[in-house]
Nanobody, 121 residues
Framework: QVQLVESGGGLVQAGGSLRLSCAAS????????MSWYRQAPGKQRELVAH???????NYADSVKGRFTISRDNAKNTLYLQMNNLKPEDTAVYYC???????????????WGQGTQVTVSS
C-alpha cells in the first residue's frame, strides 16, 4: 500500500548539482526517520544521509559538506540536495522511510525504487 517514488536523478558533470526527491504515498499514519542510501556497481549499498522525525541529520563522511538531507513533513517528501558532485558519487540512490501505516501498527521500513545518478569527469 505504501509507495516511495524517487525523482531527480540524471547525468551531470563533476562539480554540478542535483536535487533528489522521494515522495511517500498510500496509507500512512506517520513517518519517522528517513534516509538516503546509494549503491555503486560492484559495491555494497551504503548509507548516505539520515534525518530523524524531528529533523536531526547525519551524513556519511564522503558527502559531508556537499550533500544536504531535508524533509517536508506536510508533503511526506524527502530531499537530497547534492552539490559539487564527484564521479565517485555515481550510484543508484534509494530512499528509505520508517513508516507507521496505522496508529496501532509498529513501524516498518519502506524503500523506494532507486534513481540513477551519474557524474561524468
Amino acid at each position: 500500500q505504501v509507495q516511495l517514488v524517487e525523482s531527480g536523478g540524471g547525468l551531470v558533470q563533476a562539480g554540478g548539482s542535483l536535487r533528489l526527491s522521494c515522495a511517500a504515498s498510500g496509507s500512512i499514519f506517520s513517518i519517522n526517520a528517513m534516509s538516503w542510501y546509494r549503491q555503486a556497481p560492484g559495491k555494497q549499498r551504503e548509507l548516505v544521509a539520515h534525518i530523524t522525525g524531528s529533523g536531526s541529520t547525519n551524513y556519511a563522511d564522503s558527502v559531508k559538506g556537499r550533500f544536504t538531507i531535508s524533509r517536508d513533513n506536510a508533503k511526506n517528501t524527502l530531499y537530497l540536495q547534492m552539490n559539487n558532485l564527484k564521479p565517485e558519487d555515481t550510484a543508484v540512490y534509494y530512499c528509505k522511510a520508517v513508516i507507521e501505516v496505522t496508529r496501532w501498527a509498529y513501524p516498518n521500513d519502506y524503500w523506494g525504487q532507486g534513481t540513477q545518478v551519474t557524474v561524468s569527469s
